[in-house]
């Protein structure tokens, strides 16, 4: 059971425009929600978190936005570039259980 | 920043062998580590939450007795794959939480485990 889902494998997106990455899930009972950008054979590397009780977390040239009632979170990229390019994740939990259940991820390529 | 270290960063074992994989907090005291594998072009699967002082809480369908978690300071845990087979061959990352629940994780660089 995928409790928190990409449906996008993969995103290409020119330089200087938008990039929206999608994310679904479906325990009612996740109130934290992360982002995390991954390169081949490395660690995820933390983007932009945003708690339950928000609907909008702005940090720089990235913004994610929730949809409690239609359980989906988006991240925005603007503008993207080049260097955006990798793997993201979104990931969630419930505070009491800590752990976090992760989507499949997305590949963002960015075109010059 | 909270920085992780995660050693080694590749390791390759012959089957039959025992592999051991360091995680270590290096900045701050992470009293709850979670140890990741994930496959080619998957996700991230949580294989385990290791708590500093006690037992390992595993997810369904992860081998306790294959894969043993040690978390025996608050800045270091450790994932030794025991009796390593080819299908164990995965790249396995850890991550530390960092109280409070808004520091975040943060993340290992990940090892890559070949068995042959």
């Known amino acids: 059971d995928q409790q928190v889902k990409q449906n996008s494998p993969s995103l290409s997106v020119q330089e200087g425009r938008i990039s929206i990455l999608n994310c679904d899930y479906t325990n009612s009972m996740f109130d934290y929600f992360l982002w995390y950008k991954k390169y081949p054979a490395e660690g995820p590397t933390f983007l932009i978190s945003?708690?339950?009780?928000?609907d909008k977390n702005e940090d720089g040239r990235f913004t994610v936005f929730l949809n409690k009632s239609a359980k989906h979170l988006s991240l925005h990229i603007v503008p993207s570039q080049p260097g955006d390019s990798a793997v993201y994740f979104c990931?969630?939990?419930?505070?009491?259980?800590?752990?976090?259940?992760f989507g499949q991820g997305t590949r963002l390529t960015i075109n010059p | 920043g909270a920085v992780v270290s995660q050693h080694p960063s590749r390791v390759i074992c012959k089957s039959g062998t025992s592999v051991k994989i360091e995680c270590r907090s290096l900045?701050?005291?992470?009293?709850?580590m979670f140890w990741y594998r994930q496959f080619p072009k998957q996700s991230l699967m949580l294989m385990a939450t290791s708590n500093e002082g006690s037992k390992a809480t595993y997810e369904q369908g992860v081998e306790k007795d294959k894969f043993l978690i040690n978390h025996a300071s608050l800045t270091l845990s450790t994932l030794t794959v025991t009796s390593a087979h080819p299908e164990d061959s995965s790249f396995y990352i850890c991550?530390?939480?960092?109280?409070?629940?808004?520091?975040?994780?943060?993340f290992g660089s990940g090892t890559r485990l070949t068995v042959v």
């Open positions: 900045d701050f005291q992470a009293t709850t």
């Open positions: 990931a969630a939990s419930d505070g009491g259980a800590q752990k976090l259940v």
């Open positions: 945003i708690s339950s009780i928000k």
């Open positions: 991550s530390a939480l960092r109280q409070p629940l808004t520091y975040g994780y943060t």
